[in-house]
């Protein structure tokens, strides 16, 4: 009897292991068909002058793409929704070089339209990118009415993935630019993502545990009846 029941307990050891095997093979195997990827694009912008408190930066448009690879080969700015805008927490002052509060968490920061099939990517669809800031530099070059204005955003990114494929994470880094000579004001932006094919949620090892006892038990009991 007791053989008996200690072979029953050894089989379901194994056939729970064999599960969190499969588990974590299925978790892998979508974040290895979306493989890692760059985009580097520009746009308009409207950029709150030097000394502004909380400034405001806000991209008007996508007017170029510089560099697309991986999930995002092949992209064009037709493909890219205009940035959302975001406030940045601070005042300069007469300083010249002045760190801000970054921004919080911005859900559905830009969209991007990709077509990479496997291995490359999980196929068409559209990837939502959502941004958490952190670290804002500030500076400031020149003269009233001769000058250059630079705020720079960096912090990580959850790529938000088409056709059930997971989440993955990565880092972003925008930086606006304003530049005013005589009168005139020309304001833009440039903004890079990198994706890795790291997986951005994984479910909780808890629950994973508390679904494998449930299966061990069960086939624990039908072995036994």
């Known amino acids: 009897m007791t053989t008996n029941i200690s072979r029953q307990l050894a ?32 746009g308009d912008a409207t950029i709150d002058p030097w000394g502004t408190t909380n400034p405001m930066l ?41 760190s801000f509060g970054s921004p919080a968490s911005i859900a559905n920061f830009i969209s991007i339209m990709v077509n990479q099939g496997p291995p490359i990517g999980p196929g068409p669809g559209t990837v939502i990118g959502s941004i958490t800031g952190s670290m804002a530099m500030g500076t ?22 088409p056709n059930t494929a997971p989440d993955l994470l990565g880092t972003f880094n925008i930086s606006f630019t304003r530049s005013e000579n005589g009168g005139q004001v020309s304001q833009g932006y440039t903004l890079s993502l990198q994706k890795s094919s790291a997986v951005a949620k994984t479910p909780e090892p808890a629950a994973i545990l508390g679904i494998l006892a449930v299966a061990g038990v069960g086939a624990f009991a039908r072995r036994k009846s």
Request: glycine share 14%.
């Open 140 to 161: 400031f070059a020149g003269v009233p009415g001769a000058s250059t204005t630079s705020y720079t955003v960096t912090g990580t990114m959850v790529f938000d993935e």
């Open 58 to 98: 806000t991209p008007l448009s996508v007017t170029g793409v510089n560099s697309a690879t991986g999930q995002f080969a092949g992209v064009t700015a037709g493909d890219i929704s205009t940035p959302a805008s975001f406030g940045l927490t601070g005042n300069p002052g007469a300083s010249t070089m002045f």
């Open 11 to 42: 089989t379901g050891t194994l056939a729970i292991a064999a599960s969190v095997t499969a588990f974590g093979l299925a978790g892998t195997a979508p974040a290895q068909a979306a493989i890692m990827g760059t985009l580097s694009i520009t």
